[in-house]
């Protein structure tokens, strides 16, 4: 049991403290502060308290700004269908240069029809503009399929179910972005009436390396 008022200290030494410490009373209570040489409280430095509410401001911030960017991408492809029917890798692992230079990437089907990719479609590719809160498009200097439309079928039904793609940046706009987002679009086909269905996209981010 912890000693009250000084009871069951030596004679002579009642209320005496360890050096470094001191007991401060306000009424009833007691409480003990931590003090330097001087006897002078030690306090948390103001600047520690700033880094702490800076981590919090930028934490916080980080989740806002994904939910916009991924906002702002769904007004430009508005489909429900996005990375499940399709999807977009990269070749060769080639993330891309800031400086421009081609990128292949390889799409695949992974429903159950047939996706088409008509001529006229193309490969895009996009920077997120933070100032704006919006995506700006990279144009494309190769064109997609120039000639024909391509048709991808699914797993083990006799007719392909993985197309190569290539993107190549028209400017040098993205220089000050670190990622690139591709994004490729085809159309669910209806082999019997040869007509197109239902959009549905794929993309990938690439880090973009200096």
């Known amino acids: 049991m912890a000693a009250q008022d000084g009871e069951g200290l030596p004679a002579g030494r009642k209320g005496e403290v360890s050096r470094g410490t001191s007991i401060r009373r306000t009424g009833s209570r007691s409480r003990r502060s931590e003090t330097n040489e001087a006897g ?16 919090v401001v930028i934490a916080a911030c980080r989740p806002a700004e994904s939910a ?3 906002r702002a991408f769904s007004d430009l492809f508005p489909y429900e269908d996005r990375n499940r029917s399709i ?14 230079g081609a990128m292949t990437l390889q799409v695949e089907n992974l429903s159950d ?7 006229d479609d193309g490969v895009r590719g996009f920077v ?17 399929s120039p000639e024909v439309t391509v048709a991808l079928g699914r797993r083990g039904s006799g007719r392909p179910s ?19 987002r591709i994004v490729v679009v085809g159309y ?19 880090a973009l390396e200096e």
């Not at 002078?40 to 981590?55: D, G, S, T, V």
């Not at 100032?131 to 990279?138: F, L, N, P, R, S």
Request: with cysteine; hydrophobic share 40%; charged share 20%.
């Open 40 to 55: 002078l409280e030690r306090r948390p430095k103001p600047i520690l308290h700033l880094l702490w509410l800076l981590c």
């Open 68 to 70: 916009q960017r991924e």
């Open 87 to 100: 999807v977009l890798s990269p070749v060769e692992g080639l993330p891309g240069s800031r400086h421009g």
């Open 113 to 119: 029809g047939i996706i088409a990719f008509p001529a």
């Open 128 to 144: 997120y503009d933070r100032a704006t809160g919006g995506w700006v498009e990279i144009p494309n200097a190769i064109q997609f």
């Open 162 to 180: 993985i197309g190569v793609v290539d993107y190549e940046p028209a400017s040098q706009t993205m220089a000050a972005s670190p990622v690139l």
């Open 188 to 206: 669910v086909y209806d082999e019997e009436s040869q007509t197109l269905g239902d959009p549905v996209a794929a993309y990938v981010d690439l």
